[in-house]
């Protein structure tokens, strides 16, 4: 008798364990901020209020039919926003997706133009007075006058990155 008890204790005991850990660390409920450096699926409210939170815009190719979003914030600021194909799931390994990294950079265009003149790349003027550079690796940097905010947008497809932001399609998300 003294067993039971003893085996109803202990699992009394890992219960409330379980349950103190899952009111602690929380359940996946699908809402609530991921930890940085935690990729999760995302609409295109949740980006906007993101932009809230940082005080500043995060960068993407708008919306894209068939393909979901996917934003991981790290803990010095940047933000990633892939777009999964169809059935991808957040994290997903996959490297050849196209991505939307905007990162804080004191004087960004001075950091753009050190940087494309390190790759003996040209310097791209774009309009409202931005420059891009395309490190050739399928990433092309870009940065506005007068902002701290420095944008790599990569591809997998050669030419797209570059004929995104010649396009205009790269813009904050908040417009």
Do not use: C, K
């Not at 850990?21 to 929380?26: K, S």
Request: charged letters at 20%; aromatic letters at 6%; a negative charge.
């Amino acid at each position: 008798m003294s067993r039971t008890r003893l085996a109803g204790s202990i699992a009394s005991v890992a219960l409330v364990l379980v349950a103190v850990v899952l009111a602690i660390v929380g359940g996946d409920d699908g809402g609530g901020e991921a930890p940085p450096g935690v990729a999760h699926i995302v609409g295109v409210g949740e980006l906007e209020a993101l932009e809230g939170e940082l005080g500043h815009p995060v960068y993407w190719a708008g919306l894209r039919p068939r393909y979901e979003l996917e934003v991981r914030e790290e803990s010095e600021g940047s933000v990633y926003l892939r777009y999964l194909p169809a059935g991808a799931e957040a994290g997903d390994p996959r490297q050849d997706l196209l991505t939307v990294g905007t990162y804080l950079v004191a004087a960004a265009q001075g950091a753009v133009r050190r940087a494309a003149a390190a790759a003996h790349a040209p310097v791209r003027h774009l309009n409202q007075g931005g420059i891009a550079f395309d490190n050739s690796e399928g990433s092309v940097y870009l940065a506005y006058p007068g902002s701290d905010l420095q944008v790599e947008v990569y591809s997998p497809q050669p030419g797209e990155a570059m004929a995104l932001i010649r396009s205009g399609a790269i813009e904050a998300v908040g417009g």
